[in-house]
């Protein structure tokens, strides 16, 4: 093939891409908005383009939720010295819950080498270490409930009993997080249950999303969540509550044209020798009620 592609070309092969492509000025305007942008962030082209990607609109952070749009921004050290970047962050999609992504940042050039603006490329992440099989957990059947999107309170006890069977026939570890939303007969009060239900579809999407393939999120008791994390030690434990903390209580629900904010709580352990589920657990539920919250029968813990 002779000759160059003109811009309609360039464009339409951008199109074609499934990962996110999006194009910004030297303002950070948003020129440009791909379909795979579209699919991973919720976010149409015709609500982007014209924006700026500091906008609140996609707010990315690391897992600590410190956000990046200014000070840290990818894009825009890239547009200052020309180097490309990589990070690991997390963008709030458009339906609020909070989506890991890997992105790289490369500076856009004129013909004569100035740098003109800066592309972001970006494709959902997923963490996937070498995991130990699970024959047990694998053979479970899951139902999914539809409020929530996860597996349903009758899945989430078998897969336990399986995740313990393992552990006692092959001695593979793992460990389980109790999640909560605090507050929330307040926030029941102050918003209406339509509301909690809509925090607690984007709090079990964002706890989805944040783990690896093959650990498993459910429904609990009323209105919480259980985590099961495979191949996951004590220590291993407490470094992902600590993150988890941070990506899932930076998710936000669109509500009336406002967005509105939630705290959750999250603690757990780590599987034991001799363990049943009811001393599994009780030491999680210890955890999370030493964290601030309560107990399944009370209290303000979602």
Same mark, same amino acid.
């Given at each position: %093939?002779? /000759?160059?592609?003109?811009p309609?070309?360039?464009?339409?092969?951008?199109?074609?891409?499934?990962?996110?492509?999006?194009?910004?000025? &030297?303002?950070?305007?948003?020129?440009? #908005?791909?379909?795979?942008a579209e699919?991973?962030?919720?976010?149409? /082209?015709?609500? %982007?383009?014209?924006?700026y990607?500091?906008? *609140?609109?996609? %707010?990315?952070?690391?897992?600590?939720h410190e !956000?990046?749009?200014?000070?840290?921004?990818?894009?825009? *050290?890239? %547009?200052?010295d020309?180097? @490309?970047?990589?990070?690991?962050v997390?963008?709030?999609?458009?339906? /609020?819950?909070?989506?890991?992504?890997?992105?790289?940042a490369?500076?856009?050039?004129?013909?004569?080498?100035?740098?003109? /603006?800066?592309?972001?490329?970006?494709?959902?992440?997923?963490?996937?270490?070498?995991?130990?099989?699970?024959?047990?957990?694998?053979?479970?059947?899951?139902?999914?409930?539809?409020?929530?999107?996860?597996?349903?309170?009758?899945?989430t006890?078998?897969?336990?009993?399986?995740?313990?069977?393992?552990?006692?026939?092959?001695?593979?570890?793992?460990?389980?997080?109790?999640?909560?939303?605090?507050?929330?007969?307040?926030?029941?009060?102050?918003?209406? @249950?339509?509301?909690?239900?809509?925090?607690?579809?984007?709090?079990?999407?964002?706890?989805?999303?944040?783990?690896r393939?093959?650990?498993?999120?459910g429904? #609990?008791?009323?209105?919480?969540?259980?985590?099961?994390?495979v191949?996951?030690?004590?220590?291993?434990?407490?470094?992902?509550?600590?993150?988890?903390?941070?990506?899932v209580?930076?998710?936000e629900? !669109? #509500? #009336?044209?406002?967005?509105?904010?939630?705290?959750? &709580?999250?603690?757990?352990?780590?599987?034991? @020798?001799?363990?049943? !589920?009811?001393?599994?657990?009780?030491?999680?539920?210890?955890?999370?009620?030493?964290?601030g919250?309560?107990?399944?029968?009370?209290?303000?813990?979602?």
């Amino acid at each position: %093939m002779s /000759g160059l592609l003109n811009p309609a070309q360039c464009e339409a092969v951008l199109e074609g891409l499934p990962n996110g492509v999006y194009v910004v000025d &030297l303002e950070r305007k948003i020129l440009f #908005w791909n379909k795979g942008a579209e699919q991973i962030t919720g976010y149409h /082209g015709q609500e %982007m383009v014209g924006r700026y990607c500091h906008d *609140d609109l996609l %707010m990315h952070c690391d897992h600590h939720h410190e !956000p990046l749009c200014n000070e840290s921004c990818p894009l825009r *050290d890239t %547009m200052f010295d020309g180097k @490309p970047r990589d990070a690991d962050v997390y963008l709030r999609h458009k339906e /609020g819950h909070r989506v890991p992504v890997r992105v790289r940042a490369v500076a856009v050039r004129d013909a004569e080498g100035a740098i003109v /603006g800066a592309a972001e490329i970006f494709d959902e992440r997923h963490d996937l270490p070498a995991l130990r099989m699970h024959p047990n957990a694998q053979a479970v059947h899951n139902h999914t409930d539809e409020r929530t999107g996860v597996s349903d309170e009758a899945s989430t006890r078998s897969y336990l009993d399986a995740c313990l069977r393992d552990y006692e026939e092959d001695h593979i570890p793992f460990g389980v997080l109790l999640i909560a939303i605090d507050g929330i007969e307040r926030f029941r009060q102050s918003y209406g @249950p339509q509301a909690v239900a809509k925090a607690l579809q984007i709090a079990a999407t964002t706890l989805a999303k944040s783990l690896r393939e093959g650990d498993i999120v459910g429904d #609990w008791t009323e209105n919480r969540f259980l985590a099961l994390v495979v191949n996951c030690p004590a220590a291993a434990l407490a470094e992902l509550v600590f993150k988890l903390k941070g990506v899932v209580g930076g998710a936000e629900i !669109p #509500w #009336w044209g406002d967005r509105l904010t939630f705290k959750v &709580l999250i603690d757990g352990a780590a599987v034991r @020798p001799g363990d049943t !589920p009811a001393s599994l657990l009780a030491r999680a539920e210890a955890a999370l009620a030493a964290s601030g919250g309560k107990s399944e029968n009370g209290g303000d813990a979602l």
